[in-house]
Each structure stands twice: as C-alpha cells, then as structure tokens.
C-alpha cells in the first residue's frame, strides 16, 4: 500500500488552500488610509505588537495585528465594523471562490474527509458549498471566522484516495486525534521493521546456507512466489526498510540518545525581532502603494536583525523592500550585514560568511522552490551551527547537528533528498521509480505468501475438525 501510493504521491498530494490561491481572491489596496502609528494605537498599550499585514477583501481594507496577547482585526476606517460572519458574507465569499452556480449547501458540524486535522475543531460547524462545474469544486468556510479551510476538485479528491489518504492513513476517525494518529504511525511503521528485518534475516541466512552446499548463486527457493520474494527482497529489502523507518520519522523527533542539542540560542528573536516598532519604519506604507499603483494587493512588516522591512505582495510577484529609508528600495542584504547579524548571536569572529549559488547538502529543494543565491553562515560551536539566509527577503534557515540528523533519517532517506540526485530530477524520477516498483513486488509477494500460509493452516484446522467428527 505504502509504495503504491507513495508512486501516487510524487505526482497528486492531499488537496490545500494554498496562499497564492486566497491572495488571487484578494482585492488591490488604496493609498487612501491612516497612517500605521494610527493604527497601532488602537491597541492596548500594554500589549506587544510581533506582527502588522494588511489586505483587502469584499471592499473592506483590514489590518491584522498580532499582539503577545491577542489577534486583532481591525478595519482601516475606524468608522467602520467588522463585517459579520453571517450567511450572506459567507455566499459572497463562497462566490469569490467560485463564480459556478451552487448544487448544495450543507452545514457540518464535525470533521470530515477532507478536513481531518484536530486543529479545526475550532473552526466548526463548516458551511460546505458544492459547485456545479466542470472540476465538481467542494468549498470548506468555517462559519467562525469565514476562513476559506479547503478546496477541492473531483480529479484532487480521486487521487488522494489512490495516494495520500492510504500513504499517510489520512482516515477522518484517526487524524482527527493527533496524538493517536501519530502513535498509530509509530506503531504500525514499527511493525513493518520488524517485519522488514526479518524477511532479511530468514532471505540472507537461506542464501548464506545455499551457498554453504554450494549451489553458487542461486535462490534455495523453486516455487515461483517464494524464488520471487526472496530475490527481490534480497535486492530491495534495505530500501523497503529504510522507506519504513524514515517514514516513521516523518512524525517524530531524533531521540536525544542520537544526538542531543548542546546549545539554545535566541535565534528568531534577534533576527526577526520580538516586536514590530512601526516608528522605526521610516519608508511609509502608503508611499510603496502609490508608487506600485495599482498592483500592491498585501503588505506585511517585518524586520532582519536592526532593519525594517516590508514584504509585498503585487498581482505578479512578492518583493520585499528595505524600509529603513524613505527611498523604495528592493532589499540586498549584504554579507558584513548578515554576518553582524550572526555575530549578534554567537559572538564576533565565530561567522564564516560565503556566498553560495548552487544547492548545497542541506539547502537544496526538489521543487526548485528554494531561491539561489544565498550568504552561507557557518559557526564554529558545538552544535556546528549554520544558517542560509536570502539576501532579497531576509529569510533564513538554520541547522546544527541535530537537524542534519533530521534531515538523514527522514528527507534524505524518504525522498532521495540528495544534493547529486536532487539537480538530476530524470535521473532522481527513475531511480524512485525503479525502488519504489522493486518495493511493491516484495510487499505484494510477501503478501500472497502470507495469505496462501492463513489459508493452508485454515484448511488443515478444518480437516483436523473433520477427522475428529468423523470419529
């Protein structure tokens, strides 16, 4: 099952709302609004402000401000409320999703197929909105907050049975309680290890005792789905069993006995900062929406280390600007700026600063999502710290030792996550191909093994039965 879907998975994965998709719904921003330090004092003053974005959506501009207390969404005239999430708001957002005519609505009032995760219980009950069109589109609103929680299209909701429902057992009653979901995981991926290392155990000692009557290299096994199963899974079963073991690290952590975190740094705190100050903000928000006249549709303050920084959304791309002048500037970190920044965290003279434009071992995507280039920082702790960071946006990724860890016993060995195989996508596609088919004739020889063994000790449980009648 895992490899037939995981052969389903490199190609459909399980339906989302992705971002690009709600921000597509949002509408271009207006220069006309107040300023930012207006804004902010609307909130209390005893509350820290850790995050600023503002959009528009259904002809209402709002600014959403996260606090160390709350969440606020506050619209842009204070003359204005809120617009109440009330049936007529969530069909107008339901026809911004998808203009088609309705077939039905429901209300649900508990987790579904498509809405599995224990984290939107609290968005319940959902306003469900089935779509006449060609794609058979299913909207998911939450009735609380008129968040749009999912989407789906026939063609999606088909292959995520074939693909990711089975492969990550995405069944409603079990993934809707994450701490089960993740210990039935654990469990049955433990099974198939011990299982896995015991086909190996019996396949190479079979071999290692053919061999010892010399009969050179040839399987002991004559019937068919015996030779099969044991020649595969002498090829295969290390593949089959690191799939397995890698899988059941997906949902958990490196044990501390592996390899442990020496140290704890204040990492995000120092280059993201812990509040957003928006006098520090010298370039006005309102001035990058005038000068990207009509294209600006969100805008979101943030910081990298001492700078301020906006990042924006037009209706073609994402810039992030330099807000610490008054001139629109695009960012371009540079690389004594990014080392301060790391120094800030470990101490002067601990940074080795390169700029890197290639994938590396641990900075690599196999989507090419990953922007190229990047400043590579590497630290001389005792973590062997390191950190990538993009100098058009401020983003950054950190590892130690712990990480890399991570990434060996889950990303590298799941999906072949290597830097050689990774900028080789054909090369990388065939050889998944190539193991993943390997693996399904172990699983499915091994299966009929086992079903042709029930089925023979059933029938001489029966004939045992009969003789005794028979008596």
Known sequence: ??????????????????????????????????????????????????????????????FRIQTNKHVYFLPADSTEQLQDISSKRIYQIAQKWNSSSINRIDTLHKLDQWTPFEELKKELPFIKFYFSDNKKHELYISSQTGEVLQYTTQKERFWSWMGAIPHWVYFTSLRQDQALWTKSIIFLSALGIIMTLAGLYVGIHAYVQCRKNKCSFKSPYKKRWYLLHHITGLIFGLFVLTWIFSGMMSVTETPNWIIKKKEHYPIEKILEGDAIHPELYSLDYREVISQLSGTVKKIEWGRFYDKPLYHIVTTSKKITLDASSNKILPLNLKEKEITKAIESIHGKGSTKTTFLKEYDTYYLAKSGHLPLPVYKSEIADADNSCYYVNPKNGQYRYYNNRKRWDFWLYKGMHGLTFQFLVTRPLLRLTVLWILMLGGTVVSVSGVVLGARYVIRKIRRLNLRKQKKLNK
């Open 1 to 62: 099952m895992w490899f037939l879907s995981g052969l389903v998975m490199m190609y459909h994965t399980f339906p989302k709302v992705w971002d690009k998709e709600k921000l597509q719904k949002t509408e271009i921003l207006d220069s006309l609004l107040p300023p930012i330090e207006t804004i902010a004092g609307r909130i209390p003053s005893d509350e820290k402000i850790n995050n600023i974005e503002v959009s528009r959506f259904l002809n209402q501009t709002v």
